[in-house]
């Protein structure tokens, strides 16, 4: 009969596998799910990207900005904010316009 005992991968100790086996087991698992997974056409893939990014107009971003003197509680200032970003056919550079807008003085924004 064979004995698992001789192959020091599944040496079992009185508290259970020791640390690196552990180690081993967990990564042989990860590497068999990893290979496992079905992976699609890299040109494919990269142009259903570019079509998908390319058909955005306009991106809002909330964001809140806050800073503290040291050793002090209360914050010196805490802003919150609306970043909104849109193509912008007439910028040659880049392509893309930007807004920043704080709703408490008031946001309007038409474009």
Known sequence: MLSLS???????KAGGFTMIKKHWIIGLGVVIMFCSCDQ????????????????????????RLKAWNPYNENPV?????VHHEY????????????AWFVPSE?????G
Request: proline share 6%.
């Open 106 to 110: 008031g946001m309007r924004f038409e």
């Open 40 to 63: 699609p056409n890299t040109k494919a893939y990269l142009k259903k990207v570019i079509e998908n990014l390319e058909s955005i107009n306009s991106v809002e971003y909330h964001g």
């Open 87 to 98: 193509d912008n056919p007439a910028d040659t550079v880049v392509g893309v316009s930007y």
């Open 77 to 81: 200032y805490d802003i919150v904010y």
């Open 6 to 12: 001789k192959f020091p991968f599944f040496v079992k």
